[in-house]
T-cell receptor
Framework: NAGVTQTPKFQVLKTGQSMTLQCAQDMNHEYMSWYRQDPGMGLRLIHYSVGAGITDQGEVPNGYNVSRSTTEDFPLRLLSAAPSQTSVYFC????????????FGSGTRLTVV | EDKVVQSPLSLVVHEGDTVTLNCSYEVTNFRSLLWYKQEKKAPTFLFMLTSSGIEKKSGRLSSILDKKELFSILNITATQTGDSAIYLCADTNFGNEKLTFGTGTRLTIIP
């Protein structure tokens, strides 16, 4: 049982490049989400999904796309990276119990130069 | 929109001291208030407080929820250097499963 797996752990991009952050969970959780964490800002919700085929925007969605074709996977795409997207990104999944059982991935540290 | 405010933003104390971290929240249709500890990696779960469970304790850590005044506190007694971390609180509502986080409190314990 691996929990939530994020790849890569570190990435450096040039401005304008695109990339996909991968997230997979093996707990059969319906709810998955992406957060970014910046110094002094806590974790802010980017996008979330309540099940396969269903996604919605969070607090800071601009510049990011998501899709949810399977229950297990929830990739986050940066279409044209900007320095403002330099951050630590966390993927999380939940069984839908009001926060109980929320599981976070180990994070991806992204630097855009 | 949900709003979660934590104070202080940072705190430096000596080993053995007791600390109190604060979290106030504004949320429609409140469901739960959660506390997390974050060291170098992902947040790790500490407590969940709800309308039916307003007080939790685990070893030197304890937390209470004041449903009327809409705040929670996290107490750590006899602090140790291993308690140094960012402490995050977050709330959820019954409309969805989203966690809304505060900015966190960075706690540093000096030996």
């Amino acid at each position: 049982n691996a929990g939530v797996t994020q790849t890569p752990k570190f990435q450096v991009l040039k401005t304008g490049q695109s990339m996909t952050l991968q997230c997979a969970q093996d707990m059969n959780h319906e709810y998955m989400s992406w957060y970014r964490q910046d110094p002094g800002m806590g974790l802010r919700l980017i996008h979330y999904s309540v099940g396969a085929g269903i996604t919605d925007q969070g607090e800071v969605p601009n510049g990011y796309n998501v899709s949810r074709s399977t229950t297990e996977d929830f990739p986050l795409r940066l279409l044209s990276a900007a320095p403002s997207q330099t951050s630590v990104y966390f993927c999380a999944s939940s069984p839908g119990q009001g926060g109980l059982g929320y599981t976070f991935g180990s994070g991806t540290r992204l630097t855009v130069v | 929109e949900d709003k979660v405010v934590q104070s202080p933003l940072s705190l430096v104390v000596h080993e053995g001291d007791t600390v109190t971290l604060n979290c106030s929240y504004e949320v429609t249709n409140f469901r739960s208030l959660l506390w997390y500890k974050q060291e170098k990696k992902a947040p790790t779960f500490l407590f969940m407080l709800t309308s039916s469970g307003i007080e939790k304790k685990s070893g030197r850590l304890s937390s209470i929820l004041d449903k009327k005044e809409l705040f929670s506190i996290l107490n750590i007694t006899a602090t140790q250097t291993g308690d140094s971390a960012i402490y995050l609180c977050a709330d959820t509502n019954f409309g969805n499963e989203k966690l809304t986080f505060g900015t966190g409190t960075r706690l540093t314990i000096i030996p």
